[in-house]
């Protein structure tokens, strides 16, 4: 672990408010990456992934608050930054590549257009100039032709595509750090091969700190040296990699981990008995212990707290962990 690191998330707390009521979405998360590392954030649909990247990045759909915690990136705070600050480090020093890239394009502008926006907006460069950096990107996120490409539309691009794009669109100021969410689903395997190296390059060459996010348990292990798992809002475990692939402590990681490819096995998060709980209902107790084989009675009264489980770099929270 680096000694300070570029990002460092602490106790954030993220509620929406809807007409059904408060969802909890993140309940006090908590991790750091440092530069040129990469983390993973692990969890089962609805664990609160997206949300406290969107938090870290200020990009809450409206109903969405920030209640408390810190977003501490390069020792300054960004949950009480202005709106015009922040824009100033968005995409230059932080940059996330989105979970659903159609979504984040602007339909009525080319590739070409929207890339070359997105230097000019941070980089006092001319239109040509511009144009030919963005199709140098889009040959680095293996997009052929890409000269040609960059008079398309994004609704003529395929899923993949667009990702692409996306991850080109980030990468442009090399940022210090990138949330790369879910950025390789949409890609055929040899192209998400190409992505990853990437991004692996990006840490190493130009010490990007990543934070990424999949579902699958064997890019998780390739790409990253320490893994947050999530539950319901919270961080159930966090350890080095290796660490936790070896030895889980906490009975949901246990759970996920229960996928890890042997016999030809795709590598995807198994899903665990029992569904997730309500998040409309304010968090009491350990929110995984209606599917939990190891619950004792503290369970149901108090949240654990996350503490280390052996060294200080293993931490867990659950009253009664899987023992090593
Ligand atoms: N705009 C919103 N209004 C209300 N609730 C929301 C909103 N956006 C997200 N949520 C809720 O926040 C919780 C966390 O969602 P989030 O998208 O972060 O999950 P995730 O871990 O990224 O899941 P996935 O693996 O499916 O991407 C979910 O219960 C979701 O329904
Ligand atoms: S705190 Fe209790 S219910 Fe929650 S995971 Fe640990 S043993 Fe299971
Ligand atoms: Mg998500």
């Known amino acids: 672990m680096n000694a300070e690191p570029v990002l460092s998330v602490r106790e954030l707390v993220v509620r929406f408010a809807t007409d059904a009521g408060t969802v909890h979405a ?13 983390i993973g954030l692990v969890g089962e649909s609805g664990s609160g992934k997206t949300v406290t990247s969107l938090a870290v990045m200020r990009l809450l759909p409206k109903a969405g608050r920030i209640v408390s915690g810190e977003v501490v990136f390069r020792g300054k705070e960004l949950t009480t930054l202005s709106e015009h600050e922040m824009r100033g480090l968005r995409g230059k020093e932080i940059s996330m590549v989105l979970q659903d890239p159609l979504s ?22 001319g239109r040509r100039a511009a144009r030919e950096r963005a199709a140098e990107l889009l040959g680095s996120v293996g997009i052929p032709g890409a000269g040609d490409q960059l008079e398309r539309f994004p609704h003529q691009f395929s899923g993949g595509m667009r990702q692409r794009v996306m991850i080109a669109t980030a990468l442009v100021l090399h940022p210090k750090v990138l949330i790369a969410d879910e950025p390789t689903t949409a890609l055929d395997v040899t192209v998400q091969a190409q992505v990853l190296e990437l991004l692996h390059e990006l840490t190493k060459e130009l010490g990007t700190a990543i934070v990424l996010i999949s579902h699958d348990l064997g890019i998780m292990a390739r790409m990253t040296r320490r893994i947050t798992v999530m539950y319901a809002g919270f961080v159930m475990e966090s350890a080095p990699t290796v660490e936790l692939f070896a030895r889980p402590r ?16 795709d590598g995807e998060l198994r899903p665990i008995e029992g ?47 899987v023992p090593s």
């Open 26 to 38: 993140v309940n006090g998360v908590t991790f750091d990456v440092g530069a040129g590392d990469a």
């Open 104 to 125: 984040s394009l602007n339909p009525v502008l080319t590739i070409g257009e929207q890339i070359a926006e997105a230097i000019r907006a941070h980089e006092d460069v």
């Open 250 to 265: 906490h009975p949901y990681t246990v759970g996920l981990l229960g996928s890890i490819p042997r016999a030809g096995a």
């Open 275 to 321: 569904a997730p709980p309500d998040l409309e209902r304010a968090p009491v107790g350990c929110p995984f212990e209606p599917r939990c084989a190891r619950r004792i009675a503290a369970c149901r009264e108090t949240m654990p707290p996350l503490v280390p489980a052996a060294d200080a770099s293993h931490l867990v929270a659950c009253h009664n962990p």
